[in-house]
């Protein structure tokens, strides 16, 4: 057989492109694993894996979210604590912590939770660190049963003190002083929702979470949307790794589907 110098070349060609091609899908592996590597090797997670158990504090009265143990943040919660903790067994990786809207904060600050999935507003203080969204909230208004056609014009519009919902229909109503009749502010979603019964507002703005919690037979939704709330894990600033790694972990989880399957399986984001 003759030599051929063009086929020598060719094959040359192809033997350095296929180890090019290995080596830059190597560098690949190393820069995405890269973070990862990083954010588990910082001192909140040390303490977190030393101790055996990720603490998370959750609801207990948000159905579909976290409501008797079970809901959408519950296995969130559990699934997340599993990333971090891969050799812990999956009963004892993770402990809760009973949270409110009040409380969240506090749970954090005095240690008892290192992370929390309770329907946080996003950046919503800058006391603690927020993962990136891992649920988004459509936020309506309710009224009570029949008096839905009232314009939001003319209506008395209540929300919860110092919350994002009042925080922003205050700013649209600088800017569009006609949007709502009247903003009143409430200290407690049972306090706005008897104000409405009784008929001191004629709408409760609120998220949507919310809605499906109190919503009855005696209440009704208006058509009008006003935006939406993005929920994101909460952490401390001396933790903000964990606010990472809960961002690679939604990363994973919306790869392979288990985000949306969650949803489903909890009649949640429809």
């Given at each position: 057989?003759?030599?051929?110098p ?12 296929l ?16 973070p ?12 977190i894996?030393?101790?055996g ?7 207990t ?5 976290a409501?008797?143990g079970?809901?959408?943040e519950?296995d ?11 050799d812990?067994?999956?009963?004892s990786?993770?402990e809760f ?7 969240l904060g ?11 999935l ?5 950046d919503?203080?800058s006391?603690y ?6 649920y ?5 208004f309710?009224c009570?049963a029949?008096?839905?056609s009232?314009?939001?014009s ?8 110092v ?14 002083p006609?949007?709502?009749?009247e903003?009143?502010?409430?200290a ?7 104000a409405?019964?009784?008929g001191?507002?004629?709408a409760?703005l ?8 109190y919503?009855d037979?005696?209440?009704t ?15 401390g600033?001396?933790a903000p790794a964990l606010?990472?790694?809960f ?5 994973q989880?919306e ?5 949306e399957?969650?949803?489903k399986?909890?009649s949640?984001g429809g």
């Amino acid at each position: 057989m003759k030599w051929r110098p063009g086929r020598f070349v060719l094959k040359a060609n192809r033997r350095v492109l296929l180890f090019a091609g290995v080596f830059v899908a190597a560098l690949v592996i190393v820069l995405v694993s890269l973070p990862s590597q990083q954010l588990r090797n910082t001192p909140e997670l040390s303490i977190i894996k030393e101790r055996g158990v990720l603490r998370v504090g959750v609801r207990t009265d948000m159905p579909g979210f976290a409501q008797d143990g079970q809901g959408f943040e519950i296995d969130l919660a559990t699934r997340f604590a599993q990333y971090l903790l891969p050799d812990a067994p999956a009963s004892s990786a993770v402990e809760f912590v009973t949270v409110d809207a009040r409380t969240l904060g506090a749970h954090i600050d005095n240690g008892d939770a290192d992370v929390v999935l309770a329907l946080a507003p996003k950046d919503f203080s800058s006391s603690y660190v927020y993962s990136r969204a891992y649920y988004e909230d459509a936020c309506r208004f309710l009224c009570v049963a029949g008096k839905e056609s009232l314009p939001l014009s003319q209506a008395r519009v209540g929300t919860l003190q110092v919350s994002p919902l009042s925080s922003r229909l205050s700013s649209r109503l600088k800017s569009e002083p006609a949007y709502v009749g009247e903003q009143i502010q409430f200290a407690s979603y049972p306090d706005m929702l008897y104000a409405l019964v009784s008929g001191q507002i004629d709408a409760a703005l609120m998220p949507g979470a919310y809605v499906s919690r109190y919503l009855d037979s005696s209440f009704t939704v208006r058509s009008e949307e006003f935006g939406t709330l993005e929920y994101a894990l909460m952490c401390g600033t001396d933790a903000p790794a964990l606010a990472g790694l809960f961002d690679l972990f939604l990363d994973q989880c919306e790869d392979d589907g288990t985000l949306e399957s969650l949803m489903k399986t909890y009649s949640l984001g429809g």
